[in-house]
């Protein structure tokens, strides 16, 4: 397609306007930045790794019946997807204990949760720190309408069903995960984003070793490794 004028850029990707109103280019970057963008630097090929991941789960998404705006690859580093208009929300979604939820509730990382998914809201607003929300802020705000909360709601446990068993059957643990949704220009609530390990924390099943963003967080090293690790088995 015709890329056109940058509309958006950014900490990991890049969205362009084509020639159809209604299709965007996604492009993703290899910069990476933490706590709340305190932390910054590159992680090598992260743009190319993620844009295949991405797309790769979208796909899968899509062939189980979550809505994505997924339309295809356009290269290396880069997919199609349909123009959304974005919630100003966050979906966290936890089956494990770890990061800031341990912290919270006082669990140890890895304790496996008693009912999982838990579903957090946050609210996307850089100078508040995007802060974690209950449904009734969420109300007064007015960033979302309910019956959209709640269909996004369902679409984020549905995708962590198939997701969940997805890498599983690759011996990967599913931690948690954050994901965005949008409605498109008929109003259908659809996920948007990407979904990587940027977005994800992936463990190892038996090891337990962090395969994911966390390794840029805390200084583990062998960042590009775990990222191309998690590419190489979801492409089995």
């Known amino acids: 397609m015709i890329t056109g004028e940058k509309l958006y850029e ?5 969205v362009y306007a084509t020639d159809d109103p ?3 280019i996604q492009d993703f970057k290899d910069s990476a930045t933490a706590f709340d963008g305190k932390k910054k630097g590159t992680i090598g090929e992260k743009g190319r790794t993620n844009n295949a991941i991405s797309s790769r789960l979208f796909t899968l998404l899509e062939q189980n019946g979550v ?6 690859v356009e290269s290396e580093t ?3 997807i349909r123009r959304l208009d974005m919630f100003k929300v966050e979906f966290v979604v936890r089956n494990v204990a770890a990061g ?4 919270r509730i006082g669990y140890p990382e890895g304790t496996p949760l008693k009912n999982p998914p838990i ?5 996307k607003d850089d100078e508040l720190g995007d802060p974690l929300l209950c449904t009734s802020h969420l109300d007064e705000l007015e960033v979302v309408e309910p019956a959209h909360l709640e269909e996004a709601t369902i679409m984020a446990r549905q995708v962590n069903e198939v997701l969940r068993a997805f890498f599983a059957e690759r011996g990967l643990t599913l931690v948690d995960f954050k994901l965005e949704f949008g ?4 109003g259908t609530v659809r996920l948007g984003d990407e979904i990587s390990p940027d977005t994800c924390r992936f463990w190892d099943a038996a090891t337990g070793e962090k395969l994911d963003k966390d390794r840029f967080r805390r200084d583990l090293g062998g960042v590009e490794e775990a ?6 088995r979801i492409s089995s």
């Open 10 to 14: 950014g900490k990991a990707k890049v």
């Open 227 to 232: 990222y191309a690790e998690v590419l190489r």
């Open 22 to 24: 209604e299709v965007y």
């Open 183 to 186: 409605a498109d220009a008929e």
């Open 78 to 80: 880069a997919m199609r």
């Open 67 to 72: 809505k994505t705006h997924f339309l295809g």
């Open 119 to 123: 579903v957090e809201y946050y609210y």
């Open 100 to 103: 800031s939820l341990s912290k």
